[in-house]
């Protein structure tokens, strides 16, 4: 899922971000969303959600986009982490999934095992209500 992080001030609903300028990591889902859903927003593309922070702090942009787990670890570790909010709109939704290299049955096995494990004791929907 993609949201977006803005400062802590800025407005709640997503739409209101339709014309704003926001950044995103270059050749990223993401990027391509924001480019779909507000064709008239101005999109910066940055190498990395770092530097996308940083022009965030900086006022260059009025919100960033990134994986909803990515920017919650981000803003955890950020020492100013007040002056910023993620917003609860979604701005995509996309599943994710783990790829494991042929050839490697015991890792697939273990990988697959655990993710049953984790639906069967609920474990999965407790995750899921977390972070999505």
């Given at each position: 899922?993609?949201?977006?992080?803005?400062?802590?001030?800025?407005?709640?609903?997503?739409?209101?971000?339709?014309?704003?300028?926001i950044?995103?990591?270059?050749?990223?889902?993401?990027?391509?969303?924001?480019?779909?859903?507000?064709?008239q927003?101005?999109?910066?593309?940055?190498?990395?959600?770092?530097?996308?922070?940083?022009?965030?702090?900086?006022?260059?942009?009025?919100?960033?986009?990134q994986?909803?787990?990515?920017?919650?670890?981000?803003?955890?570790?950020?020492?100013?982490?007040?002056?910023?909010?993620?917003?609860?709109?979604?701005?995509?939704?996309?599943?994710?999934?783990?790829?494991?290299?042929?050839?490697?049955?015991a890792?697939?096995?273990?990988?697959?095992?655990?993710?049953?494990?984790?639906?069967?004791?609920?474990?999965?929907?407790?995750?899921?209500?977390?972070?999505?």
């Amino acid at each position: 899922c993609q949201q977006f992080l803005v400062p802590a001030g800025s407005p709640d609903k997503l739409d209101e971000y339709s014309k704003a300028r926001i950044g995103a990591v270059k050749g990223t889902t993401g990027e391509q969303a924001l480019h779909q859903r507000f064709p008239q927003a101005r999109v910066l593309s940055y190498d990395d959600i770092p530097l996308a922070l940083t022009a965030l702090r900086n006022g260059n942009v009025q919100a960033i986009t990134q994986d909803s787990t990515i920017l919650a670890g981000l803003l955890a570790e950020a020492p100013d982490k007040a002056k910023f909010k993620i917003l609860p709109d979604l701005l995509s939704k996309e599943e994710i999934g783990v790829g494991v290299k042929k050839g490697e049955p015991a890792l697939l096995k273990a990988v697959n095992d655990e993710l049953v494990k984790l639906e069967k004791t609920g474990e999965a929907a407790k995750i899921y209500d977390v972070w999505f």
